[in-house]
């Protein structure tokens, strides 16, 4: 019995499919005050990215919570 060669080319086409999800949750990762670089490996294993995508998509934005915390401050500076 010989041992299958598996050919490294056979991926190819699953890392075009990947590419475009783990550079989109590295973006949203940036944007939302979280880990690119953990989002971004944990992307390139194969549907965890649309799942990380959709976890990404429903956090809020850091720039949102910094001015949230702004207007909280100015709030209890009054009282």
Known sequence: MQPEHHDPAALIPLLIFISPIVIL???????KGR??????LFSLIPFV???LSIHLASLM???????IDQILHLLEARR
């Open 49 to 51: 990215g649309f799942y």
């Open 61 to 67: 934005d850091q720039s949102t919570n910094d001015k």
């Open 25 to 31: 949750n590295i973006v949203i990762a940036k944007r």
């Open 35 to 40: 880990s690119p670089v953990l989002f971004g």
